[in-house]
Every structure is written in structure tokens, then in C-alpha cells.
């Protein structure tokens, strides 16, 4: 192989670095996922190939836009039900948001009515209660 055979990809390292604020602090983001119970399992799974070490999770009732699966009684559309689903809490500093996002969207696609919604939101300090660690290394598994 003669120099310059290597494509540039391969031959510099890539370190993964947290993204930061205007003000030089790492940033930190709270993901929020809700999904059928159904798909809970395979995000779970997936969310742990990109490093998400934890997440928090409730079982909640609701519906998007359409209301929820249309019923009928006689003809005629019935009130809007809610429907079971999981909401999927979780807050990143080290892991890009994006890829978070990307592998939820991976996961939940059918592209069917009721596949799901990420929310995306800043956060703006997080406190380690055991350490009393804050903002980014609050968030790092390092005992």
C-alpha cells in the first residue's frame, strides 16, 4: 500500500467527546421517549449498545393526535380513549443526543399510527444525592 491509500476514516482515531454549552460546560439532555409496551423491550435492548447505563420508566395512559384508535358506537366516533404506553426517560452528557434519537427511531418505526414520540429537552443541572457530584460528572458510572 502506497501512502494516501487509506481513507481518512480508517486512519484517524475518532474520539467521542460530550457536546458543550456557549459557556464551555458539558451539556446535558434529557431525552424523552413514549412508546407501545409492546416495543419497550427491544428499545431497552437497543438503548444499551450506545451505552445508556440508565433510564427511567412509568406506565402511562395517552393518545397523539388521532385520539387514539377510533371506536364507534351505531356509526358514530366514541370519545377519545388512551391508550397504555411507556414513557422512557433518559439524560445523556457523554453520549451524543442524536444517537439516542437514532436508535429509538430504529427501534419503534412500523410506520403505523401510534409508533411513538421523542421529546428532546436541556437540563440544566443534574446532583449525584450519594456524592453530591453535579452537572456532567453527576452523570458518569466512575466509582
Do not use: W
Not at 33 to 48: P, Q, Y
Not at 78 to 87: A, G, I, S, W
Amino acid at each position: 500500500m502506497t501512502e494516501g491509500d487509506i481513507p481518512a476514516a480508517e486512519a484517524i482515531p475518532v474520539k467521542k467527546v460530550p457536546s458543550f454549552a456557549a459557556d464551555g460546560v458539558p451539556k446535558i439532555t434529557k431525552v424523552e421517549i413514549i412508546c407501545k409496551k409492546a416495543r419497550f423491550d427491544a428499545l431497552k435492548s437497543a438503548m444499551s449498545k450506545p451505552g445508556i447505563t440508565g433510564m427511567t420508566v412509568s406506565h402511562v395512559l395517552g393518545c397523539g393526535v388521532q385520539g387514539g384508535r377510533p371506536e364507534y358506537y351505531r356509526g358514530v366516533p366514541v370519545e377519545t380513549n388512551l391508550l397504555p404506553k411507556v414513557q422512557v426517560e433518559i439524560v445523556v452528557s457523554k453520549i451524543p443526543v442524536q444517537c439516542v434519537i437514532d436508535t429509538a427511531k430504529k427501534v419503534l418505526y412500523t410506520g403505523h399510527i401510534g409508533d411513538g414520540k421523542i421529546f428532546v429537552y436541556d437540563v440544566e443541572n443534574v446532583v449525584k444525592v450519594r456524592t453530591g457530584e453535579e452537572g456532567y460528572d453527576a452523570l458518569q458510572d466512575v466509582e
